[in-house]
């Protein structure tokens, strides 16, 4: 049984030595800011529950008595009112030059990011052995065997921080580590060698190839809807093969931190059969950098690009 002495320190961490300054900074916390001032109803409201209270008229405030209250307000003339309203005004005035001299806390700048390695992992749990065998063959069997891994935003951005975009490396405790499209292929299980994977195309040829995906929306492609066609899917083919990929750009190798693919990757369906062949790596990588460019150049909140890549890098 502890005594009430050995409980205070235990529960409150009470040092056993005195000390002044940790006495009055227990004790005696700074004084709270002033309270925002209030309407002349609430000072009339208040007004007359005290005096209600002090003539013995009421012991508690019931919904009687506020509808009493409230009445009596709208049945005073504005001469009346006009004393309340005058009070309103000064408290107003009073806490507006008070709260010039409140220290603010800085507010806290989180970084935004699509990058949900979750999502991908819901998704292709709900895939079946045909569908997971036809990914595998094209070359994104990693994205099957992907845990369900929640990012730590505040170590995110101190990564960002960290990567030095015009070198493309990760200046980590006083050390330089250079980020290579092999480490892209080895984290994530992408290819890093082939051709170049084209973004490229003319607005016919992306609004053609929508139509063909059943993706007809003006814009920019919403990942929920492309989360959905899976969902639903049990076909094959490269409809398939075209949404899974589009999907995995969106949410893992490529996000931006809105829940949007960019209209123009959807030209990268015109060569689906040549996904096995493609550098796959190159693109995450080069997409990263530039995320991390205009995040920084730009004084922005929110960063594109693979952020698991490089939770994972700086571990290995």
């Excluded at 408290?91 to 507006?96: L, T």
């Excluded at 989180?110 to 070359?139: D, I, K, W």
């Excluded at 084209?198 to 059943?214: T, W």
């Amino acid at each position: 049984m502890l005594s009430r002495t050995k409980f205070a320190r235990k529960k409150f961490a009470i040092p056993t030595t005195f000390n002044c300054d940790f006495f009055f900074k227990w004790c005696c916390p700074s004084s709270p800011p002033p309270k925002r001032s209030v309407g002349p109803f609430l000072i009339y409201y208040k007004k007359q529950l005290e005096l209600m209270k002090s003539k013995g008229i009421v012991d508690k405030i019931s919904t009687t008595v506020k509808k009493e209250i409230r009445e009596k307000w709208m049945n005073l003339d504005e001469d009346s009112k006009l004393e309340y309203k005058k009070e309103a005004c000064e408290n107003s005035e009073k806490y507006a030059n008070l709260s010039h001299n409140i220290p603010r806390k800085a507010r806290k700048v989180s970084l935004y990011t699509r990058c949900a390695p979750n999502h991908v992992h819901l998704t292709v749990s709900n895939l079946n052995e045909r569908q997971r065998f036809v990914l595998r063959e094209m070359g994104f069997g990693s994205m099957l065997d992907l845990r369900s891994i929640q990012l730590n935003r505040d170590f995110c951005k101190w990564l960002v921080d960290h990567l030095d975009h015009n070198s493309c490396a990760l200046d980590i405790c006083g050390r330089r580590l250079p980020i290579s499209t092999k480490d892209v292929e080895f984290i994530l299980g992408v290819k890093s060698s082939g051709v170049d994977v084209s973004i490229v195309a003319s607005a016919e040829e992306i609004n053609h190839i929508c139509q063909q995906h059943g993706v007809n929306v003006v814009g920019d492609i919403p990942i929920n809807l492309l989360e959905g066609k899976l969902k639903e899917m049990k076909t094959l083919g490269k409809e398939f093969v075209g949404c899974f990929v589009l999907f995995v750009l969106g949410t893992l190798l490529c996000p931006t931190p809105k829940p949007y693919i960019k209209r123009s990757f959807i030209s990268i369906l015109l060569n689906i059969d040549e996904f096995k062949s493609l550098n796959w790596a190159k693109l995450v990588l080069d997409f990263l950098i530039r995320g991390v460019r205009k995040y920084k150049e730009k004084n922005r909140v929110g960063v594109s690009g693979c952020l698991l890549f490089l939770m994972v890098i700086c571990r290995k």
